[in-house]
């Protein structure tokens, strides 16, 4: 039952990113020395995990939602195909998967009343009392297929999950991975795991990871959440000497919601929906000021088609780094 503090400090060195390190020191409560994770895992990760394979997942997607009415919705036979490939997958890299189910309400839409969770973990090794927790939700709007929102932070997750077994890289702590069932709807899945934790579960997470929407056409690299996990990608950003990223208040509105609520540190990267990106954004982020981050948000055109691969390349390495900056904290 922990939490800790992040703090970031940048340090000039010949080692990993254009010259410069980004160090992330663990302090708890207790004023312990800071200690710096091992770089070297943050740079491991970032080369496995590749657009490549990101966009493999997102064909499958894609598939899916073609062969099943065109969307992957909770609820629906598309949402089941979906959570049945990121089972198949997350068991055949080695992990321990559980598939939570749990009850749609009413007026949900979909042609069932239940739609489910997959959570997994690698077993054994790492710290379960300093659990880090990496989510993304995998349902889509009924109106399309939700290969950007939210396919493209369901494919980052699995694809890091994947190389994460892969590189057999041994986390300090336990590193758990959750896709969420019905977000579109009111953050259901989310809200329901973590109903169902106890005060020491609870306490043992250190840390939630959010992925939602990272592949938005006209994107932006927008960073949310508690200053534990905000500085941890704003560090990352700098040091690749990119653009500040902007900071924005996303409470309630994806499954970063039910963890803050609890007092645990959460936050994510988000490239944009459907807002329109201002000229400063346009000089910060490139891409065409006036225009909606993404025009095909919550719509059938969101398909894959829709997802651009240098967002999901910059993301991706910004999501692998911070997992494995939570993953390697004392």
Known sequence: M???????VSLLAGLVVLGAVTL???????????????MEVSSALREAVAPEGIMEHERRFQAIAEANGGNRAAGTPGYDASAEYIAERLREAGYRVTVQEFELPEDAGGSESTT??????????????????VGAHLDSVPEGPGINDNGSGSATILEI???????????????????????????????HYVHGLNESEL??????LNFDMVGSPNHARFVYGSDEVVTVFEEYFAARNLDSSETLNLSGRSDHGPFEEEGIPAGGLFSGAGGTKSGAQAE????????????????ACDDIGNVD???VDELSDAAAHTVAVFAEAK
């Open 2 to 8: 922990r939490r800790t503090t992040i703090v970031a």
């Open 24 to 38: 992330v020191a663990i302090i708890r409560t207790e004023s312990r020395p800071a200690q710096a994770p091992p």
């Open 116 to 133: 489910s969770n997959v959570v997994a973990e690698m077993p054994g090794g790492g710290d379960a009392r300093n659990t880090v927790m």
């Open 161 to 191: 999950a994947e190389e994460m077994s892969e590189l057999d890289a041994g986390p300090r702590n336990k590193v758990r991975f959750a896709f969420w069932g019905a977000e579109e709807i009111g953050l259901i899945g989310s809200t």
């Open 203 to 208: 306490g043992d997470i250190s840390a939630y």
């Open 284 to 299: 910060d982020f490139g891409g065409e000021s006036g225009e909606a981050y993404d025009s095909c948000y919550h719509a």
């Open 309 to 311: 691969r240098e967002a």
